[in-house]
């Protein structure tokens, strides 16, 4: 709580407040309105307080009293990360009563089918209560189209999270902050700079517009925890922020970084890493035994080789045995899809020439 | 997960292992058999987790399909630390179905108080699935009756945690163990070496005797986790043991603490800090200003000023407003009651007696 060491819960609040102003965030995310900022672990305990604060809101703050009762319903794309499904469950909501829609060929959310999926559910006697929207997906950095869905979300009363784990860092430059378009409709998003802002595990970034709603759902006030700071109203305790009671000094790890590269240098690096990838890229296209699994928007390229998906599965193993670099894997329209990320903080445009060199050397012909 | 860096797991099961040894635990918590350990955050986490598992088993693993139904049924005592009732919260059982027993005159649980109510909440149709006691509650030190407690939980096919936050380290001593007394009942359990076993925070050490009760609770398997070590089934994947997918290397600062004092010198730690806590309640036995509010029964030591709330409010902020010593407080039948703790890493004699000598110069005479 804020009165076993103010100094923890002051910092973040500013640093936090620093991030809103960094990357463009709309304003109801910093603290000096209604909304807020607290580091997290994880995106996924960002994205569980989000749900709780959705299935709260929705209920009236009655599951909390009462328990689930089956009839909320959440949704997301079919590309959203596993997470959102592990929040479902622990949330009490059952996996039954998440909807998986289906993407666009982009592998986009399609707001029409949320429209329709939404309009079915409540027809159904069913009450949506919360929808997460991601920019940058795990498995193809896909950018769900966030105005339409925040104007829906807004209209039927939804919770929209967003979750921008590791794209989120992208807005550092204001030439990526499109990514962002539409966030103003959001009641919550994340992004976590030790993905893709050099700093160490763990740091999420969790904000929320309604910061009530989220302490309303997470609160509790036993005697051992009273105090006159706490009781005056003037003071966060982030305790009542996220899961666990005890927190770290989190904020101090994201200051130095921040202090260290500057927001130049920050912006340095992103827009180098988004420009190697994008390098990386057309290297891909010009090699006719490879293809773009789909265009990299940022700093992810999916591509594969086409002699299918063995011939994908013994390269990823040979390069990751190689020790020199490592690619990671997703299914795409149903085909093992390689995965090149560029984010690293002592990546440099030397590595990414030599991790295709090493790909173009061990990939067989067609 | 464990192909991410094999070390972190390996060490991690290792050194948890060694902790089942070093507390003299009952072995089904050890990963040779079906159990096994791994580090959380805090105890607020590790029993959200416990809870999980309790609410899945009860229900045939159909509540993360479905959804909470409003009728299971967790127990705790009135003394059982609030992060219990966040859990119910969190899982969607809701805060009407915690039931909060009474407890005897040492605010311990009374194992016929809950016999009673799992009988009365089953023949009202409900299903009892979770009972948490404790190992050193939060405002008194008060321990649990686990072997009754226990016993009845077996009968009753109830999952049993035991929260053993800060007093679960008096265990390194064998002259201690009798806290653990019943333990071999529960199905999960937990301390914090970074409240009483010079550890850096955030480390909880959590057990389970059915890992694979806890794995099912929480895991999911999207394709780009999918890998040859996990599909192997020969390895543990921790990110299936909590609520955030990615983690730390947390049991490198637990090895570094038992590598550095060796378990003679944590033992020698635990002891000096139960004898200087036992002395501080005989210096406030022999002031005939104070009284104990309990028998200390380790390290912590309740005591108040026999001049009531207000006089005990103002000595406390005048102790703390010195700088010199943090002493914190607690309801305990209704009165405002200090709490002395010695359990810190840099604590000595002389901090403890000083600590006295301030608090009988600032006491007004009753």
Redesign the interface.
Known sequence: MWATSPACTELETHVLDWLVEMLGLPRQFDSHGRGGGVIQ??A??AT?CAL?AARERATGWR????????R?VAYVSSQT???I??AV?????????LRRLDVDESFAMRPEVLERQLAADRAAGLQPCFVCATIGT??SNAIDPLPAIGRLCAREDVWLHVDAAMSGSAALCPEFRFIHDGLEHADSYCFNP?KWMFTN??CDCFYVADRDALIR??S??????RNRASESGRVFDYRDWH??????FRALKLWFVIRWYGVAGLQHHIREHVRLAQEFATWVEADDRFELAVPPPLNLVCFRHRGGDRANQELLEALNASGALYL????LHDRLTLRLCVGQTQTEARHVREAWERIQRLARPV
């Open positions: 672990d994880t996924s305990s569980l709780l599951s909390n009293a009462q328990g689930c009762d089956r909320l990360h596993s997470s499904e592990k469950r622990i949330a009490g909501l059952g996996s039954e009563q795990t498995a030790h595990f763990d759902t997470l509790i006030l036993p005697e051992y925890l899961v666990p009671m005890g927190r770290r990671t894997h997703a299914r």
